[in-house]
C-alpha cells in the first residue's frame, strides 16, 4: 500500500516537473545580441517652404540586443531631402540637400513591459516600438536658389552646414527565428521624425522679418529594413 502510494506521487512530482519546464521554455525567448540591417525609404522636410515633395534615402544600422525587445545601436543614413519650387513658391526658394545623417539611438518593443499570451493582441504588437536618441547630419545643398529672381535679393543661409537632431522612432519589428529558435532575421518599418538644430537642412537663414522663418528645420523619414542577428546567444 505504501509503496502504491510512493509511486502515485513519483508520478505526481515528475508530472509537476515537466509541466513546470514546458511552462518555463514557452516564456524564454531565445536571440542574439547583435543585429546589422540595411533598407531603403523615403524623406520629406517640413519647414518654413510650403513645397515638400518626396525623396529617396538608404539606411544602415549596426544594433546590441539588451533583449528581445529592447536595443541600443547607431544608424547611417544618406539621401535627399527637398522643399519649395523655383516657380510656384512665393519667393522662388527651392533647395535639393544630399544630405548624410549618423543618429544614436534607443528603442524599446511592447514585448518588454508587457507579458502577454499568445493569440492576444498584445502578443500580435509585441514587436512595436517606440525609441529616441540624438544625431548629427550633415547638408550639402545642390542645387539651391540662392538670388531672387526679378530683385536680385540674396538669400542669406550656407551651401554646407552640419547639425545636431533628435529623432522620434515608432515602428514594429517582426522576427524570423533559425531552426534554433533564436530569431536569425528581423524585417522592420519605422517611420522617424528628426527635429534638427540650426537652419542648415534647408540653407535658408532669412531674418523672420523678412521672410516666415519661426520653425526649426524637420523632416520624416519612413522606411523598411531587413536585419541579420549574430552574435552571443540570450536568453529571455
Known amino acids: 500500500m505504501f509503496n502504491q502510494i510512493f509511486r502515485q506521487v513519483k508520478k505526481i512530482n515528475l508530472l509537476f516537473i515537466i509541466l513546470l519546464a514546458s511552462i518555463?521554455?514557452?516564456a524564454q525567448?531565445?536571440?542574439?545580441?547583435?543585429?546589422?540591417?540595411a533598407g531603403l525609404g523615403v524623406t520629406q522636410y517640413f519647414g518654413d517652404l510650403k513645397e515638400n515633395p518626396i525623396k529617396k534615402a538608404i539606411t544602415t544600422s549596426l544594433d546590441y540586443?539588451?533583449?528581445?525587445?529592447?536595443?541600443?545601436?547607431?544608424?547611417?543614413?544618406?539621401g535627399s531631402i527637398t522643399g519649395g519650387d523655383s516657380v510656384s513658391n512665393a519667393h522662388k526658394r527651392y533647395f535639393l540637400n544630399?544630405?548624410?545623417?549618423?543618429i544614436a539611438n534607443g528603442k524599446i518593443q511592447v514585448g518588454q513591459v508587457v507579458d502577454a499570451d499568445q493569440g492576444t493582441i498584445l502578443y500580435?504588437?509585441?514587436?512595436a516600438y517606440l525609441g529616441t536618441g540624438i544625431g548629427f547630419i550633415s547638408n550639402k545643398m545642390s542645387p539651391v536658389v540662392r538670388v531672387q529672381p526679378g530683385t536680385g535679393y540674396v538669400f542669406p543661409g550656407e551651401d554646407k552646414s552640419s547639425n545636431l537632431l533628435i529623432p522620434a522612432n515608432i515602428g514594429v519589428n517582426f522576427d524570423i527565428p533559425d531552426?534554433?529558435?533564436?530569431?536569425?532575421?528581423?524585417v522592420n518599418l519605422n517611420y522617424q521624425f528628426n527635429v534638427t538644430f540650426g537652419e542648415g537642412l534647408d540653407g535658408y537663414n532669412d531674418p523672420p522679418i523678412k521672410f516666415k522663418n519661426n520653425n526649426p528645420d524637420m523632416y520624416g523619414f519612413a522606411s523598411v529594413s531587413v536585419k541579420i542577428c549574430f552574435g552571443p546567444e540570450g536568453l529571455y
Open 179 to 186: 531552426q534554433w529558435g533564436f530569431t536569425r532575421y528581423r
Open 24 to 26: 518555463s521554455a514557452s
Open 29 to 37: 525567448y531565445n536571440y542574439y545580441k547583435f543585429s546589422a540591417g
Open 98 to 102: 544630399k544630405y548624410s545623417a549618423i
Open 124 to 127: 500580435a504588437l509585441r514587436g
Open 65 to 78: 540586443n539588451i533583449s528581445p525587445f529592447a536595443s541600443a545601436g547607431i544608424e547611417y543614413q544618406f
